[in-house]
């Protein structure tokens, strides 16, 4: 068994910026089976012959019993293409512990002829998978209990464990069958790369890259990380991503899945229709260009190819000061994006830069406010001696016709 796809975190469907449509299908539900559709087709084209999920095939753990039926019908697809399919629970697929997790349900349904590995399509404990011509330890997701008070070393603790159950299942798998042997998991891998920068915590167990390496093994397929990534070959080790984005920290995370050949080391990304996030940031001269009644437009194209907005969901943000802002049409800019063909506008979203309040301390309870009104005019360097006169004098005459 030379290829195999590692799909991304499935996640179905997202919840969130989601829609219902006139056919009363939830948008995000669309997108989910879009991006379900080409992932079998790349399976297909690729002629793989096992295809790995590994962990969170829901948002959370109590899904609709609708979101279970999608992921068993997709399952079910790859099987009936000759495709063996081998899944295990993430951690947003996890109850409290001892307690039946969705994933064992989506388990129930995995093919009778799949004995003696009954649960294969939803594994929940550690254990080992014989497909034809090849093993899959698998590493669920499992709630483990804390043994240390400190969350670093729990950490660390639980690390060291899965290290060795790992090696155990391993052993076993050749032993039973000596042939190919992978892992498959949903947990972190030291020396991942996290989106936007950010760094694995002290608290998140990581299983160590050299330790995963220094066993005979093929492969190791991971999820949980939402950016996809190689890490290492000989033996090829990655995460998979995610197949739909969650939101705009995804914004630049690619979406799809690897094709691995097992005999090359080699490892395919294929990226998939996701459903793209796109943040606008409207710089100096479009917020120039609104405030001064120019198109939306028009100002939008300054800052961004208003292409990319189509079929996008789209934010825009700017910075301004307190008074700009006002002056800034929020109903317009949003309309301008949906013109330009975007699937949602999620908002638009102002910095206001907050200007300093300056105080004339000669001001007082006893002050009148004509006099009060001149003094605080006086501190104002952005008006011109004209306007100062002219706000005075108006202040002058209502103040008459108030006291007169």
Known sequence: ?????CSGDLHCFWPTFNRTGEDGIPSRLQDWRRSAQALLQAAIEHDVRAALFPGDFFPNSRPAPAQVLEIVNLFAKFEKNGIAVVGCAGNHDLLGPGQLSPVDLVARFSPTASYPNPDRWGVTRPSYVTLEGLNVVVLPSVKIPQT???PAVAAQDISDKLIAVARSLVAQAREVRPQPTIIMGH??????????????????????LGELQSLPVRAVVMGHIHTPQVIATDPVVLHTGVLERHDFSEEKNECGCYIADLETQEAEFIELPARRFVTVRLDEAALERITRGGAPDEALALCIDLSLVRDAIVRVVYRAAEEQAKRIDHNAIIQALYDAGAHQV????????????????????TT??????????????????????????????????VYA
């Open 1 to 5: 068994m030379a290829k195999i796809l």
């Open 148 to 150: 240390s008070s400190d």
């Open 187 to 208: 947990w972190a891998v030291s020396g991942c790369r996290l989106a936007a920068g950010n760094s694995l915590a002290s608290t998140e167990p990581t299983l160590p």
């Open 346 to 365: 999620a908002g638009v979203y102002p910095e206001i830069v907050r200007s300093e309040r300056v105080r004339e301390a000669s001001i007082t309870e």
């Open 368 to 401: 009148g406010p004509l006099d009060a009104l001149e003094k605080w005019l006086r501190l104002r360097t952005d008006l011109s001696d004209d306007m100062r006169a002219r706000v005075a004098q108006k202040a002058r005459a209502l103040l008459e016709e």
